[in-house]
């Protein structure tokens, strides 16, 4: 069972590029690599206007510097981690050791779960921003960047917090595919193996019997004296 856990196939077996593509989870890390790619797009391109006033630009969301700047840290850290996963994914039946697995997993499942409130925290600091911006002429042309950068953080909370389930799935699968193997391949000091049930056809060693003609083989035959010197 040694390489064999964790949703993945034994250390060491032919990836097939196909299959591996196919998968929910290689399918939501890719949908969350671009929904991240739409989110600090937006608003690095015309998350920034310029004021009536002020030729200086200004975060679009109500001026808040914060909001612009948290938007992009969180896409650009999702966007890094979401290749970083994929290559880990790509890599991880290389990974023999049962132990390296499940630390690959824990972190897959702890990133994610929190991304997934981060986004959260950043769909609720955009919309409630966005609601208190007053409009002008430069608000309007970025207004439809400003909304793309609301829902693809909505949507980007449901792929993280599918690709959560997804690796708890697999730890859970991992932690009980280990038991199994510990359960089998360790036996306590001392203990026997059972024998073989009765009436299976095999009989035990208790029931063995001598081989034939040895209760009848004298080693001195009747009518044959050993000479004296």
Request: hydrophobic residues 45%.
């Amino acid at each position: 069972m040694e390489g064999a856990s964790f949703g993945a196939g034994r250390a060491g077996a032919a990836l097939d590029p196909i299959s591996f593509v196919k998968r929910p989870q290689t399918i939501l890390r890719i949908t969350a690599w671009v929904f991240s790619i739409v989110v600090f797009g937006s608003i690095v391109n015309e998350g920034y206007v310029n004021s009536e006033s002020t030729p200086e630009l200004h975060c679009i969301y109500n001026k808040n510097e914060g909001a612009c700047n948290y938007g992009i840290a969180i896409g650009i850290i999702a966007f890094f981690a979401c290749i970083f996963f994929l290559v880990l994914d790509l890599n991880f039946q290389e990974i023999s050791s049962v132990k390296d697995r499940r630390r690959a997993v824990l972190l897959d499942l702890a990133f994610s779960g929190l991304w997934s409130f981060l986004w959260f925290v950043c769909f609720c600091f955009l919309a409630n921003q966005w609601q208190q911006t007053k409009t002008s002429e430069a608000v309007s042309q970025g207004a439809d960047a400003a909304r793309a950068g609301i829902a693809f953080s909505f949507f980007s909370i449901i792929t993280w917090v599918a690709l959560m389930v997804k690796a708890l799935q697999r730890y859970r699968l991992g932690t009980d595919m280990s038991l199994f193997a510990t359960d089998q391949l360790t036996a306590a000091p001392g203990t026997s193996y059972p024998g073989y049930p009765a009436g299976s056809g095999v009989e035990g060693t208790e029931t063995y019997q001598s081989p034939p003609f040895t209760e009848t083989l004298d080693t001195s035959p009747k009518g044959y004296q050993v000479p004296a010197y």
